[in-house]
């Protein structure tokens, strides 16, 4: 069996950029903005609970199987599908894998970026002071006046994708190494300041149980998919980004170890979120968890306004959350990317620009769907933003994500898993378990609950 020491696009400088690199990925949107506002709107624990489950059980194994492979093909997960294939004697039917990732990639950060837009937008209102002394009703007003306005929402979705795209096409681990350094502690010192004062000033009480309180009658059959979709778009899997960056890991650094330190890192950070958020929404009239996307971008600044030097400490946070976005944007790119790069020995600026051209057309209908199109639904209550965050994160990353164990547990070679990994006898039969039966059949379950689940409902 070929083994490549290198990746042609570069390689990480050590293991601990990539736990950054990969945690950079993993913590984003998804963990500050969205984890709490769908917490929110599934009703806390429960959804918590399975949301946790989900991570350990099925996310842990299928992160460990796309940096295996990706570290053993070191190309894009396209060509490294098609080698793997090749060695294993399998069919070509699992290159799929890496087909429907780039697709799955295209379509979500067409809507991540709208939202990393609404991020940099909040760094200029907060920095403005508008929210000092604030209440829930003005910042409600605030952030949907905002939503009403297209040009606006526009102007800074292209922002967004023009910065993804100049960092993207400077070569990742460049700048991006660099960067990310200071980036994560700094996010993680914010955090821990946004939850103190959470803790002070809102119903703390309430945001916790709120958080952790089990009821399971406040779960519905959705709510279980949805969970699963979170835990693995937090995680940034299921659609070759990991496995991407996984062909850039050196070969002395050990899979699972990372793996679970990326996984606890991307954890801290959404629970930190949700400790920051729900007790500001209990301590507020006129907040309700249950909100929806808004969430971040009302209670943050009603906080922070209502704070000693809040403006300056709000621009700061927002600038992160931004941040955090754009690292994970980077991601959502590179398995596209580096297929163009490889297939057409094309140039890396020029292959950027022309995804983000893509990307940015296509965020247009996400843009226009909090406005314009608010009354246009694709199916059922669904606008345009709905239809294709609900396709790519609970259908399209769940279904890339059981492709890759199955084809990790039960078609690749033992002897090359047995390689990547190296494994303590001990905990071999656990990594087995877990990749052939748990991971497939959890994503399976859940799958098979909803479908029958809406059916009954
Ligand atoms: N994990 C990121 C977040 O939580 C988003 C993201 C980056 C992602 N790369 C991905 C999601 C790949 C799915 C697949 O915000």
């Given at each position: 069996?070929?083994?490549?020491?290198?990746?042609?696009?570069?390689?990480?400088?050590?293991?601990l950029l990539f736990i950054l690199a990969a945690a950079g990925s993993a913590v984003g949107l998804g963990n500050i903005w969205k984890f709490p506002y769908i917490v929110g709107e599934n009703g806390g624990g429960a959804f918590v609970v399975v949301y946790l489950v989900c991570i350990f059980l099925i996310g842990v194994p299928i992160m460990m199987a796309e940096v295996l492979m990706g570290r053993h093909g070191r190309q894009s997960p396209i060509n490294t599908m098609r080698l793997l294939v090749k060695e294993s004697n399998a069919r070509p039917f699992w290159i799929m894998i890496g087909w429907m990732g780039v697709l799955a990639g295209f379509?979500?950060?067409s809507y991540y970026a709208v939202i990393a837009g609404w991020a940099f937008y909040y760094i200029f209102q907060l920095a403005s002071g508008l929210f000092e002394g604030a209440d829930g009703a003005f910042a409600t007003e605030t952030f949907n006046t905002f939503l009403a306005d297209p040009w606006l929402m526009l102007f800074w979705q292209t922002l967004f994708m023009a910065l993804t795209v100049f960092i993207v096409s400077r070569g990742v681990s460049r700048g991006l190494e660099a960067a990310i350094k200071w980036f994560m502690p700094l996010l993680f010192i914010l955090m821990v300041a946004v939850v103190g004062y959470s803790m002070i000033w809102g119903d703390?009480?309430?945001?916790?149980?709120?958080?952790?309180?089990?009821?399971?009658?406040?779960?519905?059959v959705d709510g279980v998919l949805i969970a699963m979709g979170q835990a693995f778009f937090t995680l940034s899997l299921g659609m070759g980004a990991i496995m991407a960056y996984g062909a850039y890991v050196p070969m002395n650094t050990s899979v699972t170890q990372t793996v679970i330190t990326i996984a606890l890192l991307d954890t801290g950070v959404a629970l930190a979120a949700g400790l920051a958020i729900f007790p500001i929404v209990f301590a507020s009239p006129g907040l309700e968890p249950g909100q929806g996307p808004g969430l971040m971008f009302v209670t943050i600044p009603l906080a922070l306004g209502n704070l000693p030097f809040g403006a300056i400490v709000g621009a700061i946070f927002f600038a992160l959350v931004s941040f955090a976005a754009i690292t994970s944007a980077i991601s959502l790119t590179e398995p596209a990317l580096a297929y163009l790069v490889e297939e057409y020995n094309a140039k890396r600026e020029r292959v950027a620009i022309s995804l983000g051209v893509i990307c940015w057309v296509l965020g247009i209908g996400t843009v226009l769907s909090f406005n314009v199109w608010a009354d246009f639904h694709i199916v059922g209550e669904k606008t345009f933003f709905d239809f294709v965050d609900y396709v790519?994160?609970?259908?399209?990353?769940?279904?890339?994500?059981?492709?890759?164990a199955l084809c990790a547990g039960w078609v690749l070679p033992k002897a090359l898993v047995k390689a990547q990994l190296k494994l303590p006898a001990g905990v071999e039969p656990v990594w087995s378990v877990l990749i052939k039966f748990v991971a497939p059949a959890g994503v399976l379950a859940v799958f098979v609950y909803t479908l029958f689940g809406n059916v009954v409902a």
């Open positions: 069996m070929a083994q490549e020491d290198q990746s042609r696009h570069g390689m990480w400088s050590s293991r379509l979500i950060l703390f009480a309430a945001g916790l149980s709120f958080l952790f309180s089990f009821d399971v009658s406040a779960l519905s790519s994160q609970n259908i399209m990353l769940p279904l890339g994500g059981l492709l890759i």
